[in-house]
T-cell receptor, first 114, second 120 residues
Framework: KAGVTQTPRYLIKTRGQQVTLSCSPI?????VSWYQQTPGQGLQFLFE???????NKGNFPGRFSGRQFSNSRSEMNVSTLELGDSALYLC?????????????FGPGTRLTVT | AQKITQTQPGMFVQEKEAVTLDCTYD???????LFWYKQPSSGEMIFLIY??????QNATEGRYSLNFQKARKSANLVISASQLGDSAMYFC?????????????????FGKGTKLSVIP
Protein backbone atom coordinates (compact mmCIF):
# COMPACT_ATOMS: atom_id res chain seq x y z
CA LYS A 1 0.00 0.00 0.00
CA ALA A 2 1.48 3.33 -1.06
CA GLY A 3 2.10 5.90 1.64
CA VAL A 4 1.30 9.58 1.71
CA THR A 5 3.01 11.45 -1.10
CA GLN A 6 3.76 15.14 -1.27
CA THR A 7 4.92 17.20 -4.19
CA PRO A 8 7.14 18.98 -4.69
CA ARG A 9 9.69 17.93 -2.07
CA TYR A 10 11.64 21.17 -2.25
CA LEU A 11 10.60 24.61 -3.36
CA ILE A 12 12.27 28.02 -3.46
CA LYS A 13 10.07 31.07 -3.87
CA THR A 14 10.43 34.82 -3.61
CA ARG A 15 8.57 37.07 -1.20
CA GLY A 16 5.21 38.11 -2.56
CA GLN A 17 4.76 35.05 -4.74
CA GLN A 18 2.23 32.36 -4.14
CA VAL A 19 2.75 28.61 -3.89
CA THR A 20 0.65 25.48 -4.13
CA LEU A 21 1.62 22.25 -2.41
CA SER A 22 0.02 18.90 -3.15
CA CYS A 23 -0.71 15.88 -1.00
CA SER A 24 -2.00 12.47 -2.04
CA PRO A 25 -3.27 10.45 0.93
CA ILE A 26 -3.14 6.74 1.49
CA UNK A 27 -5.78 4.98 -0.56
CA UNK A 28 -9.04 4.83 1.39
CA UNK A 29 -8.15 7.67 3.72
CA UNK A 30 -10.65 10.50 3.65
CA UNK A 31 -9.06 12.93 6.07
CA VAL A 32 -6.07 15.09 5.19
CA SER A 33 -4.39 17.44 7.65
CA TRP A 34 -1.65 19.97 7.04
CA TYR A 35 1.04 21.06 9.49
CA GLN A 36 3.78 23.66 9.39
CA GLN A 37 7.07 22.87 11.09
CA THR A 38 9.64 25.55 11.89
CA PRO A 39 12.60 25.51 14.29
CA GLY A 40 11.08 28.31 16.35
CA GLN A 41 7.41 27.32 16.53
CA GLY A 42 7.68 23.58 16.15
CA LEU A 43 4.79 21.70 14.59
CA GLN A 44 1.64 23.71 14.14
CA PHE A 45 -1.70 22.55 12.80
CA LEU A 46 -2.90 24.38 9.71
CA PHE A 47 -6.16 22.72 8.72
CA GLU A 48 -7.95 19.45 8.17
CA UNK A 49 -10.13 18.37 5.28
CA UNK A 50 -12.58 15.53 5.30
CA UNK A 51 -14.70 14.58 2.31
CA UNK A 52 -13.87 17.83 0.52
CA UNK A 53 -14.89 19.99 3.50
CA UNK A 54 -12.63 21.93 5.81
CA UNK A 55 -13.39 20.52 9.21
CA ASN A 56 -10.93 22.32 11.41
CA LYS A 57 -8.53 25.23 11.05
CA GLY A 58 -5.53 26.32 13.05
CA ASN A 59 -4.48 29.83 13.94
CA PHE A 60 -2.98 30.96 10.65
CA PRO A 61 -3.72 34.02 8.51
CA GLY A 62 -6.07 33.86 5.57
CA ARG A 63 -3.09 33.72 3.21
CA PHE A 64 -3.04 30.01 3.99
CA SER A 65 -5.82 28.08 2.31
CA GLY A 66 -6.49 24.61 1.11
CA ARG A 67 -8.91 22.34 -0.60
CA GLN A 68 -9.63 18.68 -1.04
CA PHE A 69 -10.79 16.93 -4.16
CA SER A 70 -13.25 14.09 -4.57
CA ASN A 71 -10.38 11.57 -4.69
CA SER A 72 -9.19 12.90 -1.28
CA ARG A 73 -6.10 14.52 -2.74
CA SER A 74 -5.47 17.87 -1.14
CA GLU A 75 -3.73 21.07 -2.06
CA MET A 76 -2.49 23.83 0.16
CA ASN A 77 -1.98 27.36 -1.12
CA VAL A 78 -0.02 30.20 0.42
CA SER A 79 -0.44 33.60 -1.17
CA THR A 80 1.80 36.65 -0.80
CA LEU A 81 4.66 34.67 0.65
CA GLU A 82 6.63 36.08 3.57
CA LEU A 83 10.10 35.12 4.77
CA GLY A 84 8.51 33.58 7.86
CA ASP A 85 6.62 31.09 5.71
CA SER A 86 9.87 29.20 5.15
CA ALA A 87 9.18 25.85 6.75
CA LEU A 88 8.65 22.15 6.30
CA TYR A 89 5.01 21.56 5.37
CA LEU A 90 3.74 18.16 6.35
CA CYS A 91 0.60 16.48 5.18
CA UNK A 92 -1.01 13.64 7.10
CA UNK A 93 -3.83 11.33 6.14
CA UNK A 94 -6.14 9.19 8.20
CA UNK A 95 -9.30 7.22 7.73
CA UNK A 96 -11.27 10.06 9.23
CA UNK A 97 -13.15 8.41 12.02
CA UNK A 98 -12.95 5.83 14.76
CA UNK A 99 -11.13 5.64 18.05
CA UNK A 100 -7.70 4.68 16.77
CA UNK A 101 -7.45 7.00 13.85
CA UNK A 102 -3.71 7.31 13.46
CA UNK A 103 -2.37 9.96 11.16
CA UNK A 104 0.25 8.91 8.65
CA PHE A 105 2.56 11.62 7.44
CA GLY A 106 4.14 12.27 4.10
CA PRO A 107 7.79 13.22 3.60
CA GLY A 108 6.98 16.93 3.58
CA THR A 109 7.63 19.86 1.28
CA ARG A 110 10.49 22.08 2.31
CA LEU A 111 9.64 25.65 1.30
CA THR A 112 12.26 28.36 1.29
CA VAL A 113 11.17 31.95 0.78
CA THR A 114 13.89 34.41 -0.22
CA ALA B 1 -0.10 27.10 28.55
CA GLN B 2 1.50 24.26 26.68
CA LYS B 3 -0.73 21.29 26.14
CA ILE B 4 2.14 18.90 25.52
CA THR B 5 5.40 19.26 27.43
CA GLN B 6 8.57 17.40 26.58
CA THR B 7 11.16 18.50 29.10
CA GLN B 8 14.18 16.81 27.53
CA PRO B 9 15.44 18.77 24.51
CA GLY B 10 18.17 16.19 23.94
CA MET B 11 19.17 12.81 25.27
CA PHE B 12 21.99 10.33 24.79
CA VAL B 13 21.72 6.58 25.21
CA GLN B 14 24.18 3.76 24.76
CA GLU B 15 23.38 1.28 22.04
CA LYS B 16 21.39 -1.74 23.34
CA GLU B 17 20.26 0.11 26.46
CA ALA B 18 16.71 1.24 27.21
CA VAL B 19 15.71 4.90 27.26
CA THR B 20 12.64 6.78 28.48
CA LEU B 21 11.42 9.95 26.79
CA ASP B 22 9.14 12.09 28.94
CA CYS B 23 5.83 13.60 27.96
CA THR B 24 3.22 15.33 30.07
CA TYR B 25 -0.03 16.70 28.74
CA ASP B 26 -2.81 19.01 29.78
CA UNK B 27 -6.44 18.51 28.89
CA UNK B 28 -9.83 18.84 30.52
CA UNK B 29 -11.36 16.24 28.23
CA UNK B 30 -11.92 12.73 29.50
CA UNK B 31 -11.53 11.27 26.03
CA UNK B 32 -8.32 11.86 24.16
CA UNK B 33 -5.59 10.05 22.28
CA LEU B 34 -1.84 10.20 22.76
CA PHE B 35 0.69 9.50 20.03
CA TRP B 36 4.42 9.27 19.65
CA TYR B 37 6.11 10.01 16.37
CA LYS B 38 9.71 9.68 15.23
CA GLN B 39 11.22 12.18 12.82
CA PRO B 40 14.59 11.26 11.29
CA SER B 41 16.71 13.89 9.62
CA SER B 42 14.89 13.15 6.36
CA GLY B 43 11.86 14.94 7.79
CA GLU B 44 9.16 12.31 7.52
CA MET B 45 7.08 11.77 10.65
CA ILE B 46 6.84 8.08 11.49
CA PHE B 47 4.01 6.85 13.70
CA LEU B 48 5.31 4.75 16.60
CA ILE B 49 2.62 4.10 19.16
CA TYR B 50 -0.83 5.14 20.31
CA UNK B 51 -2.62 5.22 23.67
CA UNK B 52 -6.28 5.99 24.15
CA UNK B 53 -7.36 7.65 27.37
CA UNK B 54 -9.73 4.79 28.13
CA UNK B 55 -7.23 2.05 27.34
CA UNK B 56 -6.56 0.20 30.56
CA GLN B 57 -3.31 -1.39 29.48
CA ASN B 58 -0.17 0.41 28.42
CA ALA B 59 0.37 0.28 24.67
CA THR B 60 3.25 -1.70 23.24
CA GLU B 61 4.59 -1.94 19.69
CA GLY B 62 7.69 -4.04 19.32
CA ARG B 63 10.55 -2.24 21.10
CA TYR B 64 8.30 0.70 21.94
CA SER B 65 6.08 0.88 24.97
CA LEU B 66 4.12 3.72 26.46
CA ASN B 67 4.12 4.25 30.21
CA PHE B 68 0.70 5.84 30.63
CA GLN B 69 -0.08 7.39 34.01
CA LYS B 70 -3.44 9.04 33.59
CA ALA B 71 -3.67 10.66 37.01
CA ARG B 72 -0.29 12.29 36.50
CA LYS B 73 -1.14 13.13 32.88
CA SER B 74 2.04 11.58 31.62
CA ALA B 75 2.68 9.37 28.62
CA ASN B 76 6.36 8.46 28.55
CA LEU B 77 7.83 6.51 25.65
CA VAL B 78 10.17 3.67 26.50
CA ILE B 79 12.48 2.34 23.81
CA SER B 80 14.12 -0.94 24.72
CA ALA B 81 17.41 -2.17 23.28
CA SER B 82 18.29 1.09 21.50
CA GLN B 83 19.69 0.88 18.00
CA LEU B 84 21.77 3.37 16.03
CA GLY B 85 18.79 3.88 13.73
CA ASP B 86 16.78 5.18 16.66
CA SER B 87 18.72 8.44 16.55
CA ALA B 88 16.07 11.02 15.62
CA MET B 89 13.65 13.61 16.97
CA TYR B 90 10.75 12.18 18.94
CA PHE B 91 7.46 13.98 19.29
CA CYS B 92 4.64 13.39 21.70
CA UNK B 93 1.23 14.48 20.46
CA UNK B 94 -2.31 14.60 21.75
CA UNK B 95 -5.51 14.38 19.79
CA UNK B 96 -8.67 15.84 21.21
CA UNK B 97 -11.61 15.51 21.17
CA UNK B 98 -11.54 11.81 20.91
CA UNK B 99 -14.71 10.23 19.64
CA UNK B 100 -15.37 6.53 19.93
CA UNK B 101 -17.91 6.57 17.17
CA UNK B 102 -18.51 8.64 14.14
CA UNK B 103 -16.27 11.11 12.45
CA UNK B 104 -15.25 14.09 14.42
CA UNK B 105 -13.11 17.10 13.94
CA UNK B 106 -9.77 16.78 15.64
CA UNK B 107 -6.22 17.94 15.41
CA UNK B 108 -2.93 16.77 16.77
CA UNK B 109 -1.11 19.08 19.16
CA PHE B 110 2.60 18.34 19.30
CA GLY B 111 5.25 18.87 21.92
CA LYS B 112 8.57 20.54 21.10
CA GLY B 113 10.29 17.19 20.73
CA THR B 114 13.29 15.36 22.16
CA LYS B 115 16.40 14.73 20.12
CA LEU B 116 17.66 11.24 20.86
CA SER B 117 21.21 10.27 20.00
CA VAL B 118 22.27 6.65 20.25
CA ILE B 119 25.96 6.14 20.98
CA PRO B 120 27.69 3.03 19.63
Amino acid sequence: KAGVTQTPRYLIKTRGQQVTLSCSPISGHRSVSWYQQTPGQGLQFLFEYFSETQRNKGNFPGRFSGRQFSNSRSEMNVSTLELGDSALYLCASSLGGGPRDEQYFGPGTRLTVT
Amino acid sequence: AQKITQTQPGMFVQEKEAVTLDCTYDTSDQSYGLFWYKQPSSGEMIFLIYQGSYDEQNATEGRYSLNFQKARKSANLVISASQLGDSAMYFCAMREPYAYSGAGSYQLTFGKGTKLSVIP
